[in-house]
């Protein structure tokens, strides 16, 4: 089956993140590899998934697990060869699966042979290619985004005596995009991945290319302009290949990656993610109405990715300090449970594994404006292990089975890179592909339905207007996806009592809200409030359909 042909296809798609280490073990050395994953591609096709983010895979040191890249021309040797990866897109394009890989643009791994040389005089010719400084004062007002492990953004390099400039880990030194032959190399990393079949890229850490002193170093004119200059690229070169930008940044700036439909085709909701869970925690839909008005309108060949959770910790950087108080008592009352500014937890266990909860948070990642990004294993239910390092807890092994290492690799167990979940509240035996499977009832068969579901009306959801609707009970949030003639009428209970809600759908009048899940039928809407009533964090998608004048 060709891939579509229609240049938007991001908007009625639904994205799913993994890691190639991660998802299945071909070759029985414990860790996950491009040939594994190529034979799990029917599960996939299988769940409803239309494209696959992959975290990095290229050549790496592995000490931010991939994101510090030594080679950007190479596979890591564990998971593969180019060949196996060549078959993997191939495999996935046949099954109607487009594929998106992690660029990191801002950084390198300190053992890339750009940095080795760069470091080894002041008089190389790659040290324009890095950011030195002979103090350590420069650009004080960018923050430290590790800080629980950085000091400070500038690193001491004892060889050539000057210090280098980093937002992330000291060994990711961050390259410098003044240098007009680092901006011409990264162009050709991204032709070279490009032609190779990859289908787009998630940037990753796009605000922080330049550096200005007096600013942040976020978000800056000249960094805009060269994903202009990237997005040039793809729109002559690779037509149908998407940018997606990793901007974690308050709604005007986060907007301003998409530019003028000429820069990023997608840009993840961060504003909106934590205030769907301080929605929960707070009982109050104040915060995602907020958000949401905030973040639209976008431009129309333009899309937000909206996820639940993804491979770091759940950050918490764009809320107040009171708000992020609410939020770790909520999410994360063991401290060990929080990282940096975040929560580094999976949904499930991060929501008590309450099923309501996790059916209503998949309700709203799957009707709120948005293309929904789902996080490998979320989709099970999985758990995850906060006594692991860094964001590792939630980066362990994919179940598939309840056999020997979940089904996931061969390996002796202690050869696997990362302990298989075995908390008894969320143990691989239950928590599985295989036993889900058979389980018409399980968390899998629900969000595979509900993918469906959000297929089936992908035009309102992919493309549709968001209205939300006034009513008295803050504890309701009500809103309208509307297409033309079509509408889905969407209603959440975000808090843990039952409660009740009065909408007036007199606009509607004559219509008949058709239950989206089940095609369940309710009685007209007429000139007065409809009364509805919700069980704890329960949800509605009500389709409204001209009246077929049909008995219940
Ligand atoms: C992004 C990635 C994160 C990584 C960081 C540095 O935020 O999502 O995993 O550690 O960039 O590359």
Not at 275 to 283: N, Q
């Amino acid at each position: 089956m060709p891939l579509s042909s229609d240049p938007i296809w991001y908007r009625d798609a639904v994205f799913y993140e993994l890691h190639v280490k991660s998802f299945y073990d071909s070759d029985g050395d414990g860790i996950g590899d491009f040939r594994g994953l190529t034979m799990k591609l029917e599960y996939l096709k299988d769940l409803g998934v239309d494209c696959i983010w992959l975290l990095p895979f290229y050549q790496s040191p592995l000490k931010d697990d991939g994101y510090d890249i030594s080679d950007y021309y190479g596979i890591l040797p564990q998971y593969g060869t180019i060949d196996d990866f060549k078959e993997f897109i191939r495999a996935a394009h046949s099954k109607n699966i487009r594929v998106i890989a992690d660029l990191v643009l801002n950084h390198v791994s300190d053992q890339h042979p750009w940095f080795k040389e760069a470091k080894s005089s002041k008089e190389s010719s790659k040290r324009g290619w890095f950011v030195w400084s002979d103090d350590d004062q420069g650009y004080p007002a960018a923050p430290i985004i590790f800080r629980d492990v950085e000091i400070s953004n500038w690193a001491w390099e004892p060889v050539s005596r000057q210090y280098y400039w980093h937002r992330f880990y000291s060994h990711q030194p961050d390259l410098n995009y003044d240098n007009p032959e680092v901006r011409e190399e990264m162009k050709r990393v991204v032709r070279y991945w490009l032609s190779m079949g990859l289908d787009g890229f998630r940037c990753d850490a796009a605000p922080y290319l330049f550096e200005r002193e007096g600013t942040n170093c976020e978000n800056l004119d000249e960094t805009h302009a060269y994903f202009k200059e990237l997005r040039n690229i793809i729109d002559r070169e690779f037509p149908g290949a998407i940018l997606l930008a990793e901007a974690n940044e308050w709604p005007n700036e986060a907007k301003r990656y998409f530019g003028n439909e000429d820069e990023f085709h997608m840009v993840f909701n961060f504003p909106l993610m934590p205030r769907i869970y301080l929605g929960l925690a707070s009982e109050s839909s104040a915060p995602i109405i907020n958000i949401v008005d905030q973040t639209l309108p976008i431009p129309k060949t333009c899309d937000w990715g909206i996820f639940l959770r993804n491979h770091d910790e759940l950050t918490l950087a764009l809320v107040t300090d009171e708000e992020r108080d609410i939020m770790f008592q909520a999410y994360a009352g063991n401290p060990k449970m929080r990282l940096n500014l975040g929560i580094r937890r999976r949904l499930a266990p991060m929501v008590d594994n309450d099923r309501p909860t996790i059916e209503l948070l998949h309700g709203l990642l799957f009707s709120l404006p948005g293309t929904p990004i789902l996080y490998y294993g979320d989709e099970l239910g999985m758990g995850d292990n906060i006594f692991l390092g860094d964001r590792n807890g939630v980066r362990t092994p994919m179940q598939w089975s309840y056999d020997r290492n979940a089904g996931f690799s061969r390996a002796d167990s202690e050869q696997l890179y990362l302990p298989v979940v075995i908390n008894p509240n969320f143990h691989y035996e239950n928590i599985n592909v295989e036993s889900e499977s058979r389980l018409p009832t399980s968390l899998l068969n629900w969000v595979k339905k509900m993918i469906r579901v959000r297929k089936k009306f992908s035009d309102v959801f992919g493309h549709g207007s968001m209205e939300f609707l006034e009513h008295r009970n803050k504890k309701v949030l009500a809103y309208m996806r509307r297409l033309e003639n079509s509408g889905m009428l969407c209603i959440f209970n975000l808090s843990r009592k039952p409660t009740y809600v009065e909408l007036d759908l007199s606009r509607f009048r004559g219509l008949r809200p058709i239950e989206a899940i089940t095609d369940a039928k309710f009685p007209q809407i007429s000139d007065r409030p409809y009364f509805f009533t919700l069980p704890p964090r329960a949800f509605f998608w009500f389709n409204l359909k001209l009246d077929d004048g049909e008995e219940d």
